[in-house]
């Protein structure tokens, strides 16, 4: 993590930053996990990681007798291992705080620290992080697997402050692996960039976007496709399972019986790759959902608004699909075109200055 | 005869106790509507002349604006939480505090949701689940149909009440009161107000290419 934080941190910024900041930051970086020593009978993987940035927070301030800080020491670097999840609002943290140390009084900036600290945690995605020994002798879950798996397929992760671009380094065997990964990266450190993007910025460091780049390679390793057993599983699993093959994250999901809707924020950048996009994700959520008759998913797109479907670009668009043209899609009784054709496609359109309605919008695949 | 106006503005913190600005340290105040379900906007200038007002209030606290002529006619224009408190000095040494802050649909925009609903009473009964959390209090529609879950993973609260609204072709706003109003779109009305020259002191028109 240090070392990305290095090659993140620009020349300019890092000579602005005082030593002192420097070594909070350190800090925050050999303390920010160790919430996860603590395991609480009955505890699974899962739960522990949940909390482990509460419990992280809490061991720095009010123990760990050993460790040789002060009182305002411990607030910060307990912050940064708060807020290094980025569920957590960073706009809570303090922007700017003078600590006393020795007889020096210097300027930290704890927003900006923690920020640093969630994305080079969240850009800590190489195979260094992984072993391979460890996934096959740590009875490690599901979940664990396919992260340690796809942390063994990067090769190394780049920033680039003048193009302002995040690239992560892939090999992987086939293209259909390059695709699930590629999709799980990226969505995955999209949201962690956007959570700090802002916070960043103000402190002179502006990265925009992530990019993936992916070389085949015979050589490399399969990704595990671990057999499912859909019955069995609740509709929160079936959300997490979703995720894990598509790597785009379901926000919300509305089950009333024979219908089932599911939302979620795509980050394609262009129509071909949306269109290809969403029918990987209905033929997704159709596997996983097969006793319902109905799919809708809604896709919010949160990256370039421009550019779906022409004049009338939506920023959301909904599609509404039914189990029998998918079947005959999964038989190939009909081909993508045909498949295509039957789906029905709502954008929103204003009726006014307020209010927005959906109408059906018409929106040929590209070739 | 030239009406003076009276500003007027409380300060309630968490622990619900209720403060007043007094009209003569209030030396501005700015607010912007809420649009699109955004977040109105408050900008209040306070005198703190030798720091007598530093510690009136806090991030969080709620506020109160009320403006009118009379004391008998003056209306709440705006309610919300503070989210800075600035203090400042300018260089002819005067002393002031400056409160910024949204009204209340920021709680709307500022909470996120996970879980899971059980409805068997449409959507309107998720709302109403989704708004005890929150210190809006609902009202509108609360009779709906239909029966089904909703699962939410970490969604933020807006999103959630916008694509229930959009599903039922509804509404939302949240006044000043803390009342969320959700109701069925209907087509705006016209006004019935016509400018003429003699209201129309100047006009621009942009034109912007496509």
């Known amino acids: 993590m240090i070392s990305n934080l290095d090659r993140m941190i620009p020349v300019d910024v890092k000579a ?43 061991l720095i301030r009010t123990s760990l007798d050993k460790l040789d800080l002060t009182d305002d020491e411990r607030y910060v670097v307990g912050e940064m291992a708060y807020y290094h999840r980025k569920t957590e609002d960073l706009s809570n943290v303090k922007e700017i705080m003078e600590i006393q140390h020795d007889s020096i009084v210097s300027k930290v900036r ?17 195979h260094s992080r992984s072993s391979r020994e460890l996934v096959e002798i740590a009875g490690i879950d599901d979940e664990a697997r396919f992260h340690h798996e796809a942390h063994l397929h990067v090769s190394g992760v780049g920033f680039d402050p003048i193009t302002h671009e995040i690239t992560v380094f892939l090999r992987v065997k086939k293209q259909e692996d390059a695709e699930l990964l590629t999709n799980f ?32 390679d015979q050589y490399a390793r399969e990704m595990p496709r671990v ?11 079936k959300l997490a399972e979703l995720e894990r093959r598509t790597g785009y994250y379901p926000s919300m999901l509305i089950d009333e019986g024979r219908r089932i809707h599911v939302f979620y924020e795509t980050i394609s950048q262009t129509r071909k790759e949306l269109q290809n996009e969403i029918v990987a994700v209905l033929e997704k959520i159709w596997n996983l959902f097969p006793e319902k008759k109905i799919v809708i998913l809604t896709t919010n797109k949160i990256h370039d608004p421009r550019g779906t479907i022409g004049e009338s670009d939506p920023e959301i668009i909904t599609v509404g699909s039914k189990r029998e043209e998918f079947e005959g899609y999964q ?37 | ?99 910024q802050g949204r009204s209340y649909s920021s709680v709307l925009l500022d909470s996120k949701v996970s879980g899971k609903i059980h409805y068997a009473q449409g959507y309107s009964q998720v ?56 109701k069925p779109v209907t087509p705006p009305k016209k006004s019935g107000i016509t400018l003429t020259d003699k209201d129309i002191k100047s006009f621009r028109f942009v034109k912007e290419s496509k």
């Open chain 2, 1 to 99: 005869m030239k009406k003076t106006a009276i500003k007027l503005v409380k300060i309630t913190n968490s622990q619900g106790r209720t403060k007043e600005i007094s009209s003569k340290d209030l030396l501005s105040i700015q607010t912007s509507k809420s649009i699109m379900n955004y977040a109105g906007t408050f900008d209040i200038i306070v005198d703190n002349t030798g720091g007598k007002n530093s510690k009136l209030c806090e991030p969080k606290d709620e506020v109160e604006i009320w403006l009118g002529y009379k004391e008998t006619e003056i209306g709440k224009v705006m309610g919300g939480f503070i989210d800075r408190v600035i203090l400042e000095k300018s260089e002819e040494s005067k002393e002031t505090m400056r409160l």
């Open chain 1, 16 to 58: 602005e930053m005082e030593e002192y900041e420097v070594f909070l930051l350190l800090c925050g970086v050999w303390l920010h996990d160790i919430g996860m020593l603590v395991k609480r009978k009955g505890e699974s993987l899962a739960q522990v990681r949940d909390v482990h940035h509460k419990r992280g927070r809490q």
């Open chain 1, 110 to 126: 704890p927003q900006f620290l923690c920020a640093l600290l969630r994305l080079a945690d969240g850009c800590e995605v190489a």
């Open chain 1, 227 to 237: 057999p499912i057993k859909v019955k069995e599983m609740s509709i929160e699993e």
């Open chain 2, 127 to 182: 709302l109403r689940e989704l708004l005890k959390e929150t210190p809006l209090k609902p009202k509108g529609i609360l009779d709906t149909e239909g029966k089904g879950t909703i699962v939410l993973r970490n969604v933020p609260l807006i999103d959630v009440v916008r694509q229930i609204a959009e599903e039922m072709v509804w509404t939302f706003e949240v006044d000043h009161d803390k009342v969320f109003h959700f």
């Open chain 1, 185 to 216: 990266l990226r969505s995955s450190l999209e949201k962690e960039l956007s959570s700090v993007k802002e916070v960043l910025k103000r402190n002179g460091i502006d990265y925009s976007s992530v990019q993936c780049d992916v070389t085949l």
């Open chain 1, 331 to 367: 038989q190939e009784s009909i081909d993508k075109r045909e498949l295509w054709n039957k789906l029905v496609f709502f954008r929103k359109v204003s009726t006014d200055q307020f209010h927005k309605i959906r109408v059906k919008a018409n929106w040929p695949l590209v070739v």
